[in-house]
T-cell receptor, first 116, second 112 residues
Framework: NAGVTQTPKFRILKIGQSMTLQCTQD?????MYWYRQDPGMGLKLIYY???????DKGEVPNGYNVSRSTTEDFPLRLELAAPSQTSVYFC???????????????FGEGSRLTVL | KQEVTQIPAALSVPEGENLVLNCSFT??????LQWFRQDPGKGLTSLLL?????REQTSGRLNASLDKSSGRSTLYIAASQPGDSATYLC???????????FGTGTRLKVLA
């Protein structure tokens, strides 16, 4: 049981390049999330998904796209990378609790992205 | 819009002290609340989860409580140790939504 797995762990991009951060979970969780964390700051929600085929914007979605074709995978796509997207990206998942809302949140180890 | 404030932002204490970290939400309709620990350059480790029907949770030297009427949570750390040095983050999910919203964290340093 690997939990939440993110790849790559580190990446350097040039301005204008595109890339996809991969996230997969093996806990059969229906909720999945992408957060970014800037130095000295808390986590900001980029996108989330409540099940396969369903995604929605969080607090800071601009410059990103997501898809959720399977329960396990929730990739985050960066189009036309900008220096402002330099950050640490965390993927998380949870099981939907009875009555709605999320259960315990489990995190991946993060992907550190630098845009130069 | 839900906003989360954590007080204090930073804390430095001698080993052995009992301490309290605070977390407050602008919207008090919190469904679940979770406390995390983050070491420098690392991911988030879940410490305690308070679910909708609960008011507090305990794990070892840690105790977390949630006052749903005020939207405030406290994390109590007993007999602090240098190994407790880390950033502590709280996150809550509001009833009727699916989004966990995070505070900016409290940076704790326990001095030997």
């Amino acid at each position: 049981n690997a939990g939440v797995t993110q790849t790559p762990k580190f990446r350097i991009l040039k301005i204008g390049q595109s890339m996809t951060l991969q996230c997969t979970q093996d806990m059969n969780h229906n909720y999945m999330y992408w957060y970014r964390q800037d130095p000295g700051m808390g986590l900001k929600l980029i996108y989330y998904s409540v099940g396969a085929g369903i995604t929605d914007k969080g607090e800071v979605p601009n410059g990103y796209n997501v898809s959720r074709s399977t329960t396990e995978d929730f990739p985050l796509r960066l189009e036309l990378a900008a220096p402002s997207q330099t950050s640490v990206y965390f993927c998380a998942s949870s099981y939907s609790g009875a009555g709605g809302g999320g259960g315990e949140l489990f995190f991946g180890e993060g992907s550190r992205l630098t845009v130069l | 819009k839900q906003e989360v404030t954590q007080i204090p932002a930073a804390l430095s204490v001698p080993e052995g002290e009992n301490l309290v970290l605070n977390c407050s939400f602008t919207d008090s309709a919190i469904y679940n609340l979770q406390w995390f620990r983050q070491d420098p350059g690392k991911g988030l480790t879940s410490l305690l989860l308070i679910q909708s029907s609960q008011r507090e949770q305990t794990s070892g030297r840690l105790n977390a409580s949630l006052d749903k009427s005020s939207g405030r949570s406290t994390l109590y750390i007993a007999a602090s140790q240098p190994g407790d040095s880390a950033t502590y983050l709280c996150a809550g999910i509001t009833s009727g939504t699916y989004k966990y919203i995070f505070g900016t964290g409290t940076r704790l340093k326990v001095l030997a």
